[in-house]
C-alpha cells in the first residue's frame, strides 16, 4: 500500500518537470534553424504556397495561441499531426514503439543477468587473473562505439559468414505476420506463427547483442564494485568470522546487500541505453521509435519532436521510479 | 621457530598503476600520432586520389580509399586533431561550469539550490545523447558549437556530483571550525569546501572524455556532428557504413578500432584513478 | 582429544608482520598468552599494541600480506594451519567474535532474527523451526524486551545498545567455546557498559565459555576480569590476576597507563611524554625503554624477556628489566583555583536558551536544548556533563553561534551574537573558539598545519608576515614542532592533530575556548597529554572556557563549576567540588554511582537509575526524570521542576532535602 502511494506521488512530481520539458521543446523546436514547411515543399514551392502550408499546420498563429491549443491537445491525449507524412503523431508512435520496447526490453534482460553473474563472480576472485580479464572486457565494451559495433556484426555475421539476414527490416515480409502489438516477435509468439518467430529472431540477434554489449559493461563494473564493497564490507567479515557457510554468505548476506547499491545506477545506464538505442536502429535500420524520432528531428518536423521528446522524458522518469521503488524493496533502510 | 605462515599477499595498487599507464601510453600515442601527422603519410586529410573511390588497401594506401577517393590512413591519423579536442575541451569547460554551480548550490542551500537543482533535474530528464542530439540540432554544427553542445549535455552531471560533496563537506568539522574562526564564506568555499570536493570530479572527468568522444562520434555518424570531407572518425565510418554490406570493411572497421581504443584509454586512465582513490579510502 | 586437557585458547610465541608494498609492519612480536574455560582475560592497551589483531588470529582472520610465525593453539588445534573446513567449522563455533561496531557489523539487509538463526542452523544443527524458538529465547536471555517482534527488526531499527545484544546473541549463538568481545562498549553510555559487561561474565560463569574482553578503557573492565594481559606495540608487557596488575602494576607502561586515566575521585592525572612506536619489525629493546623513566642502557640493548614478577604468584608475568614495587604514586588533587567571583568580567552569558531542530517536512520537531542559562567569567572554567543526548553538542553549536535560539540570548563579551551581520559577525566569532572531538576530521585535509593555526588571525586580518609570526609563538606555546607546520592533518597523530586544534583556537587571543568532548577520540596516555595543555590553557586568568564532556572523571580535573544536563535542561549546577563530593540532583548521584572507577571513585551513597526507555517523552509534564527515578512520587509526575539553591548548588530537584534520608533506606541498587 506504501508502495503505492509513493509511486502516487512520485508521478504527481513528475508533472511539473514534463511539463517544464514541454515548454522548452515546444519554445526550442521553433528557434531551430530551419523550415518543416520548406523540407516538405521542395525547392520550387512560391511563397503563397508556404502560407497556405503554414496556416493548414497553424503555424502563422501566435506562438502563445499556439502553444495553448498544443497544450489543450496534449490533455486530451491528442499529439498532433506529423508535418511530414501528414498522419496522427499518436498513432505513429503506437506503431514505432513497440518494436523499439521488445529491442531494449531484451538487450536489458541479457544485460541484466550477464552483468549481475559476471560481476558477483568477478568480485570473488578479486585481483586474480579471472578477475583483470572480466574487468578489462567490460572496459573494452564500456569504450564501444555501439554504432561500429553494430557494423562490424554485420559484416562478420551478414557479409561474411552469411549467418544472419540482412539489416534491414525486422521481419520476413513472405511470413505473413499479423501486426498486433508491433513486437514482431511477441506478435509472432501470440498469433503462433513459427517462421515469423524464426525470422524475428534472426534479425534480432545481432542488434540485441550489440545493445546489450553496451549497456552490460557499465553495469558490470557497477555490480562488481559494489559486490567488491559488500566482500570487504564489516557486515560480511562478521558473518565470515563467524563461519557461516559458504551458500548462506553468497545467498543472505552477498547478493541482497550488492543489488541494493545497484538501482539507481542501474536506472543512469538503462536511461543512457535509450541513446544508444536511436544508433543501433540507425545501423539495422529498425524503423522503430528511435530512428522515426530522428527524422523528425532532422526535418524540423514540430508535432514529432514535442511528442518523440516527451516520450523519451517519461521513459526516463519512470525508469528513475522503478529503480526507487526496486531499491525500497531491496534495502529495508530506505523509506519510501 | 615454526614455519611462517602467509596470508594473500595484498596487491593492492599494482593493477592500478598498470591501468593508469597504459591508458596514458594509449593517449599519448593517439595525440602524437594526430599532432605530428604530416610524418606518418604523405596524403594530407581531404586530399583526393585521382586514381581511384574504395581502393582496397595496398602499396600506396596502406588502409586504402573511400568513397570519395581519400586515403583512409591520413584521415585516420588528422582525425585525433577533431575528436580529442573537441571532447576534451568539451568536457573541460563541462567540469568548470558544473563545479561552479554545484558549489554555489551545494553551499548556499536554499531558493538558489532549489532553482539550480530543477534546471538540472530537467537537463537530466534526457539520456545524454539524446541531449546532445537535440542541441547539435539546435546550435548546428561548428567546432565551438559542438564544444558547446558537449559542455553543455555533461555540466549538468558535475554540478549535481560537486553539489552533493559539497553538501557532505559543508557538514564537516573543520568547515564549522573554519566557519567559528570568523572566515568568510567565500573563504570557506575557496580554501576548505572546494578543494575537498573536487575528488569525485577528478575520477569522473577521464572516463567523461571518452563518453564525449563517443558522443561525438555518435553525432558526427547520424550527420550531426563533423561532416565530411572534415576528417572524423565518427564521420568516417558513416560514409563507410553502406560498404559493410558490401563486405569491404577498410573505410569503416579501422577508424572505429581507433575510436574505441582512444577511449579505451581514457576509460583505463579513469578506472586506475578510481582504484587507487578507493585504495586510499580503504 | 589429546590426552593432557590442554587450555581452551594458548596463544604461544605468535608473532606477525604485515608486508604490502612499501609499508612493513610488526604488528605482533612474540606474544604468548592463554585464555582457559569460564576465565575472563581482559585484554588492555592502548590502539596500535596489536589488540585486535590477536583477536583476528584466533578466528584466522589476519588481514592480507600477514607473515605469521608462533602458534594459536584452539583446544589443541593450530588454527593458523587450519585447512578451511576446520576453519569454518572453528569460526563462530571454536570462537566468536563480537564486533566492536554491533551496528556496522549487522547485514543492514537482512533481519535480525534471520541472522540469528543463520547461525544456529550452521553450528548448533537445528531446523528453521526449532532455531526460530531458540532465537527467541537467546533475545530474550541477552535482556531484549519482545524478543518475537524484534526477531523481525532490520538493524537500523535497532539502538546501539539493542545492536550490541543482538550482536551478543549472535555470538553466543553459535555456542562457542569462546567469545571474544572486540571493544564491545565503546560508545555506549555508562549504565548501558556494565550491564553488557556484566553479560560477558555470566557466560563465563554460567556456560563455562572462555571470554577475551579487549579494552582501552581500564576501569570498566577491572572488576570483570580474572586476568588482564597488557599489550604496548605488539609485545605483552605485563600480564597476571586482573586485582594485581590493575592495582599495583609493576610494569612501568601498566603504571603510566593507570595514571593517565582520569577519575571522578578527583585525583589527577600524570602524562607520560612520547608515543607507542609503529615498529617495522619485532624489536629487539624494550619498545617502552624512549618513554620509560627508569630505562637504562640493558633496556635498550636488549629485549627484556618475560618472567615473574618478584615475590608474586607464578601467573603474574611481566617483561621488564626494572619492576616496580612501590604503591602506584597519585598526584595530589589539583587545586581548584577558585579565583573566579560573580563580580567579575562575565565573557559568555547564555539566557534561557531554548533550540529547536525542526523536523525536515511538515510541523513539530525536536527540543535540544529547553531554557538553559549559564554564565562563565574571566578566568574560569566551567564543565558540562550529560550522557548522549542530552544537549551537549547542542550547547556547543549554540555557544559558537552555530545554530541560533529559538528563544533567549547568547552573548559573548557583552554583545549579541544574533544583533550581528557580515564582518561585524564575523569578528565576534573569533572571540569563542572550539576544540572539536575529532582532531582530524576538524582540520581541513588539504591545508597546511600553519594555515589551520593562521585561520581566526586570516579573518581578523593579520596581514601573512604577522600570522606566520603569530603563528610561530603558538606553535612554541604548546611545543609543536616548528617542522610540523607544513604537514597536512593525515601526516599527523591524534595527539598532534589536537594539540594544532588548540594551537588554532588560541591563536586569536580569544575570549571564550569551548572544548567539546576534546579528548574522547584519543588513546588513554595521549589524552593525559592534552588534558595536561588544556590544563594549561584554561589557566589564563583573560579567558573563560567551557568543558564539555560525557566522562565525569575529566571533568571533575579542572572545571570551577559544573553543570549537569539531562534532556536538554540543566538539572544541577555548582563549583565541582560540591557537585561531586555532595550531589544533590538523584541524576547527579547516579551518573557519579555508575561512573567506573580504579581508584576510589564516588564515595557517597550511591543510587541506579531504572533503565532508558526506549521513548522518553521529553515534552510530558513534570520532572523528566521521574520515570527512572527511585525517589519520583505523584508530584515529582505532574510539576515542572526549577533549579532551587541548596547550599552553594543549585538542583532541579524539590526532594533535595529529603533525599538523605531516602538514601538511608532499603532502595539503594548498586
Given at each position: 500500500m506504501r508502495i503505492v502511494r509513493f509511486v502516487v506521488r512520485r508521478l504527481l512530481q513528475l508533472i511539473p518537470v514534463l511539463l517544464g520539458v514541454v515548454v522548452l521543446t515546444f519554445l526550442l523546436v521553433r528557434v531551430l534553424p530551419g523550415d518543416p514547411i520548406r523540407t516538405i515543399l521542395g525547392p520550387n514551392a512560391t511563397p503563397e504556397d508556404a502560407a497556405a502550408a503554414r496556416a493548414r499546420y497553424g503555424l502563422d498563429q501566435p506562438i502563445v495561441k499556439q502553444f495553448l491549443d498544443y497544450l489543450g491537445g496534449l490533455v486530451t491525449g491528442d499529439l498532433g499531426t506529423s508535418i511530414q507524412s501528414g498522419t496522427s503523431v499518436g498513432a505513429e508512435i503506437g506503431l514505432r514503439i513497440g518494436p523499439t520496447f521488445e529491442l531494449v526490453v531484451l538487450a536489458l534482460a541479457v544485460a541484466l543477468v550477464v552483468a549481475v553473474l559476471l560481476g558477483v563472480w568477478s568480485a570473488r576472485h578479486a585481483d586474480r587473473a579471472g578477475d583483470h580479464g572480466v574487468r578489462l572486457t567490460a572496459l573494452v565494451g564500456n569504450s564501444m562505439p555501439e554504432f561500429w559495433l553494430g557494423l562490424v556484426l554485420i559484416l562478420v555475421g551478414y557479409s561474411v559468414l552469411g549467418w544472419f539476414p540482412a539489416p534491414s527490416g525486422r521481419v520476413d515480409p513472405d511470413t505473413n505476420l499479423t501486426p498486433l502489438t508491433g513486437?514482431?516477435?511477441?506478435?509472432?509468439?501470440?498469433?503462433?506463427?513459427?517462421?515469423?518467430?524464426?525470422?524475428?529472431?534472426?534479425?534480432?540477434?545481432?542488434?540485441?547483442?550489440?545493445?546489450?554489449?553496451?549497456?552490460?559493461?557499465?553495469?558490470?563494473?557497477?555490480?562488481?564494485?559494489?559486490?567488491?564493497?559488500?566482500?570487504?564490507?564489516?557486515?560480511?567479515?562478521?558473518?565470515?568470522?563467524?563461519?557461516?557457510?559458504?551458500?548462506?554468505?553468497?545467498?543472505?548476506?552477498?547478493?541482497?546487500?550488492?543489488?541494493?547499491?545497484?538501482?539507481?545506477?542501474?536506472?543512469?545506464?538503462?536511461?543512457?541505453?535509450?541513446?544508444?538505442?536511436?544508433?543501433?536502429?540507425?545501423?539495422?535500420?529498425?524503423?522503430?521509435?528511435?530512428?522515426?524520432?530522428?527524422?523528425?528531428?532532422?526535418?524540423?518536423?514540430?508535432?514529432?519532436?514535442?511528442?518523440?521528446?516527451?516520450?523519451?522524458?517519461?521513459?526516463?522518469?519512470?525508469?528513475?521510479?522503478?529503480?526507487?521503488?526496486?531499491?525500497?524493496?531491496?534495502?529495508?533502510?530506505?523509506?519510501? | 621457530m615454526s614455519e611462517t605462515v602467509v596470508v594473500g599477499a595484498a596487491r593492492?595498487?599494482?593493477?592500478?598503476?598498470?591501468?593508469?599507464?597504459?591508458?596514458?601510453?594509449?593517449?599519448?600515442?593517439?595525440?602524437?600520432?594526430?599532432?605530428?601527422?604530416?610524418?606518418?603519410?604523405?596524403?594530407?586529410?581531404?586530399?583526393?586520389?585521382?586514381?581511384?573511390?574504395?581502393?582496397?588497401p595496398g602499396p600506396g594506401h596502406p588502409l586504402g580509399t573511400d568513397a570519395n577517393g581519400m586515403d583512409v590512413w591520413s584521415r585516420l591519423l588528422y582525425a585525433g586533431r577533431l575528436d580529442l579536442g573537441i571532447a576534451v575541451a568539451g568536457v573541460a569547460v563541462a567540469v568548470v561550469a558544473g563545479t561552479a554551480l554545484g558549489l554555489v548550490a551545494g553551499y548556499l542551500g536554499g531558493w538558489v539550490d532549489d532553482v539550480l537543482m530543477r534546471v538540472v533535474d530537467i537537463f537530466q530528464a534526457f539520456p545524454t545523447f539524446i541531449l546532445a542530439l537535440a542541441v547539435a540540432a539546435l546550435v548546428g554544427n561548428g567546432t565551438g558549437n559542438l564544444i558547446a553542445v558537449i559542455a553543455a549535455v555533461n555540466a549538468p552531471a558535475y554540478a549535481r556530483l560537486v553539489r552533493a560533496e559539497v553538501r557532505t563537506v559543508r557538514e564537516s568539522a573543520f568547515v564549522a571550525a573554519s566557519v567559528t574562526s570568523g572566515a568568510s564564506t567565500s573563504g570557506v568555499l575557496w580554501r576548505h569546501v572546494l578543494p575537498n570536493s573536487l575528488t569525485p570530479v577528478r575520477v569522473i572527468a577521464p572516463l567523461n572524455a571518452g563518453w564525449a568522444m563517443l558522443t561525438l562520434a555518435g553525432l558526427s555518424f547520424l550527420g550531426l556532428g563533423v561532416t565530411v570531407p572534415a576528417a572524423e572518425w565518427g564521420a568516417m565510418i558513416s560514409l563507410g557504413s553502406p560498404d559493410v554490406v558490401a563486405g569491404r570493411w577498410w573505410t569503416s572497421v579501422p577508424p572505429g578500432l581507433v575510436l574505441l581504443i582512444c577511449v579505451l584509454g581514457f576509460s583505463l586512465l579513469g578506472e586506475g584513478l578510481q582504484e587507487r582513490a578507493e585504495a586510499k579510502r580503504r | 582429544m589429546s590426552p593432557v586437557d590442554p587450555d581452551l585458547l594458548s596463544i604461544e610465541h605468535l608473532s606477525v608482520v604485515i608486508r604490502r608494498p612499501g609499508r612493513e609492519v610488526a604488528a605482533l612480536s612474540d606474544v604468548s598468552l592463554r585464555v582457559g574455560?569460564?576465565?575472563?582475560?581482559?585484554?588492555?592497551?592502548?590502539?596500535g599494541g596489536g589488540k585486535s589483531m590477536v583477536a583476528r588470529s584466533i578466528v584466522g582472520l589476519l588481514p592480507g600480506g600477514?607473515?605469521?610465525?608462533?602458534?594459536?593453539?584452539?583446544?589443541?588445534?593450530?588454527?593458523?594451519?587450519?585447512?578451511?573446513?576446520?576453519?569454518?567449522?572453528?569460526?563462530?563455533?571454536?570462537?566468536?567474535?563480537?564486533?566492536?561496531?554491533?551496528?556496522?557489523?549487522?547485514?543492514?539487509?537482512?533481519?535480525?532474527?534471520?541472522?540469528?538463526?543463520?547461525?544456529?542452523?550452521?553450528?548448533?544443527?537445528?531446523?528453521?523451526?526449532?532455531?526460530?524458538?531458540?532465537?527467541?529465547?537467546?533475545?530474550?536471555?541477552?535482556?531484549?524486551?519482545?524478543?518475537?517482534?524484534?526477531?523481525?527488526?532490520?538493524?537500523?531499527?535497532?539502538?546501539?545498545?539493542?545492536?550490541?545484544?543482538?550482536?551478543?546473541?549472535?555470538?553466543?549463538?553459535?555456542?562457542?567455546?569462546?567469545?571474544?568481545?572486540?571493544?564491545?562498549?565503546?560508545?555506549?553510555?555508562?549504565?548501558?557498559?556494565?550491564?553488557?559487561?556484566?553479560?560477558?561474565?555470566?557466560?563465563?560463569?554460567?556456560?563455562?565459555?572462555?571470554?577475551?574482553?579487549?579494552?582501552?578503557?581500564?576501569?570498566?573492565?577491572?572488576?570483570?576480569?580474572?586476568?588482564?594481559?597488557?599489550?604496548?606495540?605488539?609485545?605483552?608487557?605485563?600480564?597476571?590476576?586482573?586485582?594485581?596488575?590493575?592495582?599495583?602494576?609493576?610494569?612501568?607502561?601498566?603504571?603510566?597507563?593507570?595514571?593517565?586515566?582520569?577519575?571522578?575521585?578527583?585525583?589527577?592525572?600524570?602524562?607520560?611524554?612520547?608515543?607507542?612506536?609503529?615498529?617495522?619489525?619485532?624489536?629487539?629493546?624494550?619498545?617502552?625503554?624512549?618513554?620509560?623513566?627508569?630505562?637504562?642502557?640493558?633496556?635498550?640493548?636488549?629485549?627484556?624477556?618475560?618472567?615473574?614478577?618478584?615475590?608474586?604468584?607464578?601467573?603474574?608475568?611481566?617483561?621488564?628489566f626494572h619492576p616496580r614495587t612501590d604503591e602506584l604514586a597519585f598526584a595530589e588533587p589539583a587545586e581548584t583555583p577558585g579565583r573566579a567571583t560573580a563580580a567579575e568580567r562575565a565573557v559568555l552569558e547564555v539566557d534561557d536558551a531554548h533550540v529547536v531542530y525542526r523536523s525536515r517536512f511538515g510541523k513539530g520537531g525536536h527540543a535540544a536544548l529547553r531554557g538553559v542559562s549559564l554564565r562563565v567569567a574571566a578566568g574560569e572554567t566551567l564543565g558540562v556533563v550529560g550522557e548522549s543526548g542530552c544537549g551537549k553538542s547542542t550547547l556547543a553549536k549554540l555557544l559558537l553561534g552555530l545554530v541560533s535560539p529559538a528563544r533567549g540570548d547568547v552573548r559573548v563579551a557583552g554583545s549579541r551574537m544574533s544583533d550581528l551581520r557580515g564582518g561585524e559577525l564575523r569578528r565576534l566569532r573569533t572571540r569563542v573558539q572550539m576544540v572539536f572531538q575529532d582532531p582530524i576530521g576538524s582540520l581541513s585535509p588539504r591545508r597546511t598545519v600553519a594555515d589551520a593555526i593562521?585561520?581566526?588571525?586570516?579573518?581578523?586580518?593579520?596581514?601573512?608576515?604577522?600570522?606566520?609570526?603569530?603563528?610561530?609563538?603558538?606553535?612554541?606555546?604548546?611545543?609543536?614542532?616548528?617542522?610540523?607546520?607544513?604537514?597536512?592533518?593525515?601526516?599527523?597523530?591524534?595527539?598532534?592533530?589536537?594539540?594544532?586544534?588548540?594551537?588554532?583556537?588560541?591563536?586569536?587571543?580569544?575570549?571564550?575556548?569551548?572544548?567539546?568532548?576534546?579528548?574522547?577520540?584519543?588513546?588513554?596516555?595521549?589524552?593525559?597529554?592534552?588534558?595536561?595543555?588544556?590544563?594549561?590553557?584554561?589557566?589564563?586568568?583573560?579567558?573563560?572556557?567551557?568543558?564539555?564532556?560525557?566522562?565525569?572523571?575529566?571533568?571533575?580535573?579542572?572545571?570551577?563549576?559544573?553543570?549537569?544536563?539531562?534532556?536538554?535542561?540543566?538539572?544541577?549546577?555548582?563549583?565541582?567540588?560540591?557537585?561531586?563530593?555532595?550531589?544533590?540532583?538523584?541524576?547527579?548521584?547516579?551518573?557519579?554511582?555508575?561512573?567506573?572507577?580504579?581508584?576510589?571513585?564516588?564515595?557517597?551513597?550511591?543510587?541506579?537509575?531504572?533503565?532508558?526507555?526506549?521513548?522518553?517523552?521529553?515534552?510530558?509534564?513534570?520532572?523528566?526524570?521521574?520515570a527512572r527515578c527511585p525517589f519520583a512520587d505523584d508530584r515529582c509526575r505532574t510539576e515542572e521542576q526549577e533549579l532551587r539553591p541548596y547550599g552553594n548548588t543549585r538542583a532541579a530537584c524539590r526532594r533535595v532535602p529529603e533525599i538523605p534520608d531516602l538514601l538511608k533506606g532499603s532502595d539503594i541498587r548498586v
Open positions: 513486437a514482431d516477435l511477441l506478435d509472432a509468439a501470440l498469433t503462433l506463427n513459427g517462421p515469423a518467430f524464426g525470422s524475428a529472431l534472426a534479425h534480432l540477434i545481432l542488434p540485441v547483442a550489440t545493445l546489450s554489449i553496451v549497456v552490460v559493461a557499465p553495469l558490470l563494473r557497477s555490480v562488481r564494485a559494489s559486490a567488491l564493497e559488500v566482500l570487504h564490507s564489516e557486515p560480511y567479515v562478521a558473518a565470515t568470522a563467524h563461519g557461516l557457510r559458504g551458500r548462506t554468505l553468497l545467498r543472505g548476506y552477498l547478493l541482497r546487500a550488492t543489488l541494493a547499491r545497484l538501482p539507481s545506477l542501474a536506472a543512469l545506464v538503462f536511461g543512457t541505453s535509450i541513446g544508444s538505442t536511436v544508433l543501433v536502429e540507425y545501423v539495422f535500420s529498425w524503423q522503430g521509435f528511435g530512428q522515426w524520432a530522428l527524422r523528425g528531428l532532422l526535418y524540423r518536423d514540430y508535432p514529432v519532436v514535442q511528442a518523440s521528446v516527451l516520450v523519451i522524458a517519461f521513459c526516463y522518469v519512470v525508469v528513475f521510479l522503478i529503480a526507487d521503488v526496486a531499491q525500497a524493496v531491496l534495502d529495508p533502510r530506505v523509506q519510501i | 593492492v595498487g599494482r593493477f592500478a598503476t598498470v591501468l593508469i599507464v597504459t591508458g596514458s601510453a594509449i593517449l599519448a600515442v593517439v595525440a602524437l600520432a594526430a599532432i605530428f601527422a604530416p610524418l606518418f603519410t604523405g596524403w594530407g586529410p581531404t586530399e583526393i586520389d585521382p586514381l581511384g573511390t574504395l581502393v582496397p | 574455560r569460564g576465565e575472563v582475560v581482559g585484554l588492555v592497551g592502548e590502539s600477514s607473515h605469521a610465525t608462533g602458534a594459536v593453539r584452539f583446544e589443541g588445534d593450530d588454527v593458523l594451519r587450519m585447512d578451511d573446513d576446520a576453519l569454518r567449522r572453528h569460526r563462530g563455533h571454536g570462537a566468536a567474535i563480537c564486533f566492536q561496531n554491533p551496528r556496522g557489523a549487522l547485514s543492514p539487509t537482512r533481519t535480525v532474527g534471520r541472522q540469528l538463526t543463520d547461525r544456529l542452523t550452521t553450528h548448533q544443527r537445528l531446523t528453521e523451526a526449532e532455531a526460530r524458538r531458540a532465537a527467541e529465547e537467546q533475545f530474550a536471555a541477552v535482556g531484549i524486551r519482545s524478543p518475537r517482534r524484534r526477531l523481525g527488526a532490520y538493524p537500523h531499527e535497532l539502538s546501539g545498545g539493542m545492536a550490541q545484544r543482538v550482536m551478543i546473541s549472535l555470538a553466543t549463538g553459535c555456542a562457542p567455546g569462546l567469545l571474544i568481545a572486540d571493544e564491545p562498549t565503546t560508545g555506549l553510555d555508562v549504565t548501558l557498559t556494565r550491564e553488557i559487561l556484566r553479560r560477558f561474565r555470566h557466560a563465563a560463569d554460567t556456560d563455562g565459555r572462555g571470554v577475551l574482553l579487549i579494552s582501552h578503557d581500564l576501569a570498566s573492565i577491572a572488576d570483570v576480569c580474572d586476568r588482564v594481559v597488557v599489550l604496548y606495540a605488539g609485545t605483552v608487557v605485563e600480564s597476571g590476576p586482573a586485582a594485581r596488575v590493575l592495582g599495583r602494576p609493576a610494569h612501568p607502561y601498566t603504571r603510566a597507563l593507570l595514571r593517565s586515566v582520569p577519575d571522578v575521585d578527583g585525583r589527577a592525572v600524570v602524562a607520560t611524554p612520547g608515543a607507542m612506536p609503529l615498529l617495522k619489525a619485532a624489536p629487539h629493546d624494550c619498545p617502552f625503554a624512549p618513554r620509560c623513566a627508569h630505562a637504562t642502557a640493558e633496556c635498550t640493548a636488549e629485549r627484556p624477556p618475560v618472567s615473574r614478577v618478584p615475590g608474586a604468584a607464578d601467573d603474574w608475568t611481566l617483561a621488564c593562521a585561520e581566526p588571525l586570516r579573518a581578523l586580518g593579520l596581514p601573512a608576515a604577522r600570522r606566520a609570526e603569530r603563528v610561530e609563538a603558538v606553535a612554541d606555546r604548546l611545543k609543536i614542532d616548528r617542522s610540523m607546520l607544513a604537514r597536512r592533518p593525515h601526516e599527523l597523530s591524534g595527539g598532534q592533530a589536537q594539540r594544532v586544534c588548540v594551537a588554532r583556537a588560541l591563536a586569536g587571543e580569544p575570549d571564550v575556548l569551548v572544548f567539546d568532548e576534546p579528548t574522547s577520540a584519543l588513546d588513554v596516555t595521549v589524552q593525559a597529554q592534552i588534558l595536561e595543555v588544556i590544563a594549561d590553557v584554561v589557566r589564563d586568568p583573560a579567558r573563560g572556557s567551557v568543558f564539555i564532556s560525557h566522562d565525569l572523571a575529566t571533568v571533575r580535573g579542572f572545571a570551577d563549576r559544573v553543570i549537569v544536563l539531562y534532556l536538554g535542561r540543566i538539572v544541577e549546577e555548582g563549583p565541582v567540588d560540591e557537585v561531586f563530593g555532595n550531589p544533590r540532583h538523584p541524576y547527579t548521584r547516579a551518573l557519579l554511582s555508575s561512573a567506573p572507577s580504579l581508584g576510589d571513585g564516588f564515595s557517597g551513597p550511591k543510587v541506579t537509575l531504572t533503565e532508558d526507555l526506549d521513548d522518553t517523552d521529553a515534552a510530558a509534564p513534570g520532572c523528566p526524570l521521574a
